[in-house]
């Protein structure tokens, strides 16, 4: 289960034209996480233990539950674009930041267009690229609760597994889910859950700390796209977790915050 020790508060603000939902916990130097495309999934142990060190700051995207859509946000480059004008207003500019799945392709789209917003960034399980080899699983083969599950090599190993996933989840957690996944999808589609053009604009990294971390055995996002992410950022670091699957902070957390820690000390 989950640790309790770090206090987390939740306010509502108004930033960007949207009132955005923003979970705060710690203390430290700012690191922001950009969550997956399945929304807030609960206080996890690696979101405890990152805040021993650091300020987090996690928003719910907007068209995610509870932050409002967006109308105008057609795309991820939009969201992109968005972001950098949210983070602006929040005063959250030159932090760290950790994106998962497909808030690390936010991340990516952020960082190519104003490099200089993060000091150090980590992408995780990115989504953005597309696979050399292999597809990007589709979220709508299987209900919510399934395509989650598909983000584990061994879920039955994964102490926090029910955390995120449990085999009856309450009517608002289902909601939001669907809710999540329509969205991604909204923003993602076509081509899907990728944009051709990012390995190209990727370049504009060079300058930029930037760790890729990805589960040797993603069956959500091969791992020839992390392969694609490390060749297209000059500099870059490629660490892959062995016997894990799409959510290393999840399934094999202890390996996950080395990493981290090593990373943003």
Same mark, same amino acid.
């Given at each position: 289960?989950?640790? #309790?020790?770090? +206090?987390?508060?939740?306010?509502?603000?108004?930033?960007?034209?949207?009132?955005? *939902?923003?979970?705060? $916990?710690?203390?430290?130097?700012?690191?922001?996480?950009?969550?997956?495309?399945?929304?807030? @999934?609960?206080?996890?142990?690696?979101?405890?233990?990152?805040?021993?060190?650091?300020?987090?700051?996690?928003?719910?995207?907007?068209?995610?539950?509870?932050? /409002?859509?967006?109308?105008?946000?057609?795309?991820?480059?939009?969201?992109? $674009?968005?972001?950098?004008?949210?983070?602006?207003?929040?005063?959250? #500019?030159?932090?760290?930041?950790?994106?998962?799945?497909? $808030?690390?392709?936010?991340?990516?789209?952020? +960082?190519?267009?104003?490099?200089?917003?993060?000091?150090?960034?980590?992408?995780?399980? +990115?989504?953005?690229?597309?696979?050399?080899?292999?597809?990007?699983?589709?979220?709508?083969?299987?209900?919510?609760?399934?395509?989650? +599950?598909?983000?584990? *090599?061994?879920?039955?190993?994964?102490?926090?597994?029910?955390?995120?996933?449990?085999?009856?989840?309450?009517?608002?957690?289902?909601?939001?889910?669907?809710?999540?996944?329509?969205?991604?999808?909204?923003?993602?589609?076509?081509?899907?859950?990728?944009? /051709?053009?990012?390995?190209?604009? @990727?370049?504009? @990294?060079?300058?930029?700390?930037?760790?890729?971390?990805?589960?040797?055995?993603?069956?959500?996002?091969?791992?020839?796209?992390?392969?694609?992410? *490390?060749?297209?950022?000059?500099?870059?670091?490629?660490?892959?977790?062995?016997?894990?699957?799409?959510?290393?902070?999840?399934?094999?957390?202890?390996?996950?915050?080395?990493?981290?820690?090593?990373?943003?000390?």
């Amino acid at each position: 289960m989950a640790s #309790t020790s770090v +206090a987390w508060t939740e306010e509502t603000r108004s930033v960007a034209g949207v009132d955005l *939902h923003l979970r705060k $916990g710690g203390s430290g130097a700012p690191l922001l996480i950009l969550n997956d495309e399945f929304g807030h @999934l609960g206080t996890l142990r690696y979101q405890d233990e990152l805040a021993r060190q650091h300020t987090v700051y996690i928003p719910t995207h907007p068209g995610f539950v509870p932050t /409002p859509r967006l109308d105008w946000i057609m795309n991820m480059r939009d969201l992109a $674009g968005w972001y950098l004008m949210a983070l602006e207003e929040l005063g959250l #500019t030159s932090v760290n930041a950790i994106g998962f799945s497909i $808030g690390g392709w936010l991340a990516a789209e952020m +960082a190519t267009m104003s490099p200089g917003q993060f000091n150090k960034l980590a992408l995780v399980g +990115a989504m953005g690229v597309q696979p050399p080899e292999g597809y990007i699983y589709d979220m709508f083969l299987n209900v919510p609760g399934h395509c989650i +599950a598909a983000c584990f *090599h061994e879920p039955e190993a994964t102490p926090e597994f029910q955390d995120v996933c449990p085999d009856q989840p309450s009517p608002e957690q289902a909601q939001a889910w669907e809710i999540a996944r329509e969205e991604a999808c909204r923003l993602g589609w076509k081509p899907y859950m990728y944009y /051709p053009g990012l390995p190209n604009l @990727l370049k504009r @990294l060079k300058d930029l700390p930037t760790m890729i971390v990805w589960g040797g055995e993603d069956e959500v996002v091969p791992i020839s796209a992390g392969q694609l992410y *490390h060749q297209s950022i000059p500099g870059s670091r490629l660490e892959v977790l062995a016997d894990c699957g799409h959510m290393p902070q999840v399934e094999k957390t202890e390996e996950f915050l080395a990493l981290m820690r090593q990373f943003l000390a």
